[in-house]
T-cell receptor, first 114, second 111 residues
Framework: ETGVTQSPTHLIKTRGQQVTLRCSSQ?????VSWYQQALGQGPQFIFQ???????GRGNFPPRFSGLQFPNYSSELNVNALELDDSALYLC?????????????FGSGTRLTVV | KQEVTQIPAALSVPEGENLVLNCSFT??????LQWFRQDPGKGLTSLLL?????REQTSGRLNASLDKSSGRSTLYIAASQPGDSATYLC??????????FGKGTTLSVSS
């Protein structure tokens, strides 16, 4: 079975631009979560999607938005990029909505905003 | 609000030593606790998952314990190797929320 894959692996954007990050969940997992990890910090929860609906959100502004598609893949969109958005963005998938069986993470997308 | 703390923040040991990484959490109403390994600039690799009804889990040289009542978990690494050098993160899961992470312990094992 395939794991969680994220694209692109690295990205450089200019302040004020918009970016889209992509994630394919592990086979059989219908819940996808996104995390932001700043250097030297633990991952911070952005939001979670279950069956194409957002069902949880962390303390991030509305310019962070997402989508989940019928095949359970997901996108994270960030508008009006700021320098502080520079971070490693991690996608994780899990079994039906509860996370009781643990989360599987992708390798991440390193976003640099200049 | 759940808070997860990991101590120490960094640890350096010679090869072959047995070591313990600590994780504490403030709200004991968790579904499970998961330990992850993260190599520099990389994603997270799951090491061990302990359900709330369990006391410990083992995988090879790794053993993780969970004491929900005291809000603590430990990750024991036996006979450490240079390849174990990485950051180790613990995270708890509660109903209706997402994973809450600690800041991690960065381990360096010298040969």
């Amino acid at each position: 079975e395939t794991g969680v894959t994220q694209s692109p692996t690295h990205l450089i954007k200019t302040r004020g631009q918009q970016v889209t990050l992509r994630c394919s969940s592990q086979s059989g997992h219908n819940t996808v979560s996104w995390y932001q990890q700043a250097l030297g910090q633990g991952p911070q929860f952005i939001f979670q999607y279950y069956r194409e609906e957002e069902n949880g959100r962390g303390n991030f502004p509305p310019r962070f938005s997402g989508l989940q598609f019928p095949n359970y893949s997901s996108e994270l969109n960030v508008n009006a990029l700021e320098l502080d958005d520079s971070a490693l963005y991690l996608c994780a998938s899990s079994f039906p909505g509860q996370g009781n069986y643990g989360y599987t993470f992708g390798s991440g997308t390193r976003l640099t905003v200049v | 609000k759940q808070e997860v703390t990991q101590i120490p923040a960094a640890l350096s040991v010679p090869e072959g030593e047995n070591l313990v990484l600590n994780c504490s959490f403030t709200d004991s109403a968790i579904y499970n606790l998961q330990w992850f390994r993260q190599d520099p600039g990389k994603g997270l690799t799951s090491l061990l998952l302990i359900q709330s009804s369990q006391r410990e889990q083992t995988s090879g040289r790794l053993n993780a314990s969970l004491d929900k009542s005291s809000g603590r978990s430990t990750l024991y690494i036996a006979a450490s190797q240079p390849g174990d050098s990485a950051t180790y993160l613990c995270a708890v899961y509660q109903a209706g929320t997402a994973l809450i992470f600690g800041k991690g312990t960065t381990l360096s094992v010298s040969s």
